[in-house]
């Protein structure tokens, strides 16, 4: 289940999963080519997220890995956050991980045997200005997760945390106010108390994804409720 967003944005996630389809793309995984199928649908609407999860086994076979992407990003202070942005993101960055963990993991649990990973972020860890909401509905995403994972032990499913830093992505340009947004994210800016990147760069959207993967694979079989920060080090893992 991957990002969701309002209007517009919502309909260019939609598009660029089926365009991915459609060019036949897709991460090697396993030393073989992926395969990309596109399954849409709103990750605030619980409804529809059961309909995806029933309509994937159908089509596809049971789910072994499932991995929750969901993100909307709503910068500002405390005090000039709105209820309407306040609500909508925990809509997608808490209540929508819910969701998806609880539709798939309910069809796990009968078989004794999956790994789900949730993409959470390192703002769930460490104080940020200006992310108040962000960083609170990532941090309930993180501990649902890793309770998930207790719940699930028994049953031999693994729930694990990834949680990047500064990224390469849309989300994160959109915080950029000029050609120097990069510079400035891997020095640091003491007056928002913001440690920089120790390693010196931001990460490539396939440094997180490698992550998941390890997480998701038989190599860290002995792995759950864990929660691993990729980030260059910029939390100093606080």
């Known amino acids: ?17 089926r365009a991915c389809a459609e060019a036949g793309a897709g991460p090697p995984v396993g030393g073989r080519g992926g395969r990309v199928v596109p399954f849409v649908a709103d990750v605030g609407d619980p409804a529809a997220v059961a309909r995806v999860v029933a309509d994937v086994e159908r089509e596809l076979g049971p789910i072994g890995i499932g991995v929750s992407v969901a993100g909307v990003l709503r910068p500002g202070s405390v005090s000039e956050t709105s209820d309407e942005d306040w609500a909508a993101t925990f809509a997608v960055n808490s209540t929508g991980v819910f969701t998806v963990l ?19 972020s390192n703002a769930a860890g460490v104080p940020r200005t200006g992310m ?6 990532k941090a309930a995403a993180t ?5 998930l994972g207790l719940e699930l032990a028994g049953s031999g499913i ?4 990834v949680s990047p830093g500064s990224t390469d992505t849309d989300m ?16 640091g800016n003491p007056e928002e108390f913001r440690v920089g990147i120790p390693l010196g760069r931001i990460a490539d959207p396939a ?25 260059g080090g910029a939390t100093l893992r606080a």
């Open 172 to 187: 994160q340009r959109l915080l950029w106010t000029d050609d120097s947004g990069e510079a400035r994210v891997i020095a």
């Open 1 to 17: 289940m991957s990002e969701r967003a309002d209007g517009d944005a919502a309909q260019i996630t939609a598009d660029a999963a």
């Open 143 to 147: 501990m649902l997760t890793r309770c």
């Open 158 to 161: 693994r729930c694990n945390i």
């Open 102 to 120: 609880r539709e798939i993991s309910r069809r796990m649990q009968p078989r004794g045997s999956g790994a789900l990973v949730t993409v959470g």
């Open 207 to 231: 440094d997180i994804a490698d992550a998941v993967l390890f997480l998701a694979s038989d190599r860290a079989r002995h792995i759950t409720m864990q929660n691993l920060y990729v980030d």
């Open 132 to 137: 108040a909401a962000y960083a609170a509905s």
